[in-house]
């Protein structure tokens, strides 16, 4: 059995999600200013009273971790929506203030998907240290070429972030290949709020500014 994954580098990326969306202004926030941060909190329990998953972690646990952040993904979503209505308002003056929040938007956008890749990813961080043979969501380079990792390598976090970063910024899989519907459907998901958040609104706030 290989050694079970850490959880503080997801709860670390949450937390700083938590602290992005607090910065957002408060026409961009959907509900209660106080809604969001606690879906984002909530999902924190399971990853810091654990060191390591471990592949008999509660299945419920984990489906209600999941359910929260799917809420906060479409909660940032909405915010994408609020900002480019407020960019369609002819009577926008602040611009800069516009491209702060869209890159606040962009990077939690990124991050949250870097945590769907991490938990969906053949069963979840549990399953992938003891199971071997399970379905692959995402194909990573060093799969395709065991000689350029170390013996036993799979991939970490960090990995699924950067996945996630390279989709986010390209619009298309530039490091890892999503194999299964549901690692496709994520990928397009991600693709098209960093579509709207980089081509439209960092554009038209750009132009605000002068």
């Not at 369609?88 to 869209?102: E, F, P």
């Not at 992938?128 to 070429?145: K, S, Y």
């Not at 950067?162 to 910024?169: E, I, K, W």
């Amino acid at each position: 059995m290989q050694k079970s994954e850490p959880r503080w580098p997801a709860a670390l990326a949450l937390l700083f999600c938590l602290g992005l969306y607090m910065l957002l202004p408060g026409r961009l926030v959907v509900g209660p200013r106080y809604l969001v941060p606690v879906l984002l909190g909530l999902p924190l329990v399971p990853l810091l009273a654990v060191k390591h998953h471990r592949p008999d972690d509660n299945p419920l646990l984990r489906r209600l971790a999941l359910t929260l952040v799917g809420l906060v993904t479409v909660a940032n979503m909405v915010s994408v929506v609020l900002l480019v209505q407020r960019l369609l308002d002819t009577h926008v003056s602040q611009g800069r203030s516009l491209i702060y929040s869209a890159a606040s938007i962009w990077v939690t956008n990124v991050i949250l998907f870097g945590v769907w890749f991490w938990e969906i990813d053949r069963g979840g961080p549990g399953h992938r240290a003891v199971d071997t043979h399970v379905v692959f969501d995402l194909q990573f380079p060093q799969m395709e070429n065991p000689s350029l990792a170390p013996e036993g390598w799979r991939p970490q976090f960090l990995d699924y972030l950067y996945t996630s970063f390279a989709n986010g910024t390209s619009f298309a899989p530039a490091d890892a290949m999503p194999l299964t519907t549901r690692a496709k459907c994520l990928f397009l998901s991600e693709s098209i709020v960093s579509l709207v958040t980089i081509s439209i609104v960092a554009a038209r706030a750009v132009n605000i500014l002068h």
